[in-house]
């Protein structure tokens, strides 16, 4: 059961535009919410994350967006740059720890 | 600082031949572990989590098993491969402390089974 869904597959922004890629999830008892990015045969790394008392997150160029009453996160790139090209994956957990992932956007930054 | 370790980074193995893919982890204590399967085209899939030497969680049914004989080793086994059990497997760590659990992943393992 896909508690956590990324419904786009991939997404494709100009560089030095703004990216914005989505999450929902079905679980009110998550309460923390991550994304990783991943690079082809590497493991994913961690990039920024919120708990579900906050509703923003800032680290540098990226931002994470939680709206509770949706059910929906989403990861603000700005500016996109080439290198941020990669799959970004959404992530969630309640109070057991354990994770869910969504499916995962493949992120296409054109120069 | 903390680092994970996965081995073999690939593998190639016959279907029905037998399966250990080994984790291990530096620079903390009782950290809760996780084997996750990531699938072409799909997302990640968490397989087994453990919360202590000896704790093993299954999130789905399957022909793998998961053990923990130290407080910074996973193994992932299986007796018999199947075809299906092709994918990039991945271990991660995280600290045992409720509401900041951010997971930390290892290379992974690519494995393909003929």
């Known amino acids: 059961d896909q508690q956590v869904k990324q419904n786009s597959p991939s997404l494709s922004v100009q560089e030095g535009r703004i990216s914005i890629l989505n999450c929902d999830y079905t679980?009110?008892?998550?309460?923390?919410f991550l994304w990783y990015k991943k690079y082809p045969a590497e493991g994913p790394t961690f990039l920024i994350s919120i708990s579900s008392i906050k509703d923003k997150n800032e680290d540098g160029r990226f931002t994470v967006f939680l709206n509770k009453s949706a059910k929906h996160l989403s990861l603000h790139i700005v500016p996109s740059q080439p290198g941020d090209s990669a799959v970004y994956f959404c992530a969630a957990s309640g109070w057991r720890g354990d994770m869910r992932f969504g499916a995962g956007t493949r992120l296409t930054v054109k120069p | 600082s903390q680092t994970i370790h996965q081995w073999p980074a690939t593998l190639v193995q016959p279907v029905g031949s037998p399966l250990s893919l080994e984790c291990t982890v530096e620079?903390?204590?009782?950290?809760?572990l996780y084997w996750y399967r990531q699938a072409a085209g799909r997302g990640l899939q968490l397989l087994f989590y453990?919360?202590?030497?000896?704790?093993i969680s299954s999130e789905v049914p399957q022909n793998l098993s998961a053990s923990r004989p130290q407080d910074r080793q996973f193994i992932l086994s299986s007796k018999k491969l199947l075809l299906s059990d092709s994918g990039f497997y991945l271990c991660?760590?995280?600290?045992?402390?409720?509401?900041?659990?951010?997971?930390?992943f290892g290379p992974g393992t690519r494995l393909t089974v003929l």
């Open positions: 453990s919360v202590g030497i000896g704790q």
């Open positions: 620079g903390t204590s009782n950290p809760n």
């Open positions: 991660a760590w995280s600290k045992r402390t409720v509401g900041t659990d951010t997971q930390y």
């Open positions: 679980n009110s008892m998550f309460d923390y």
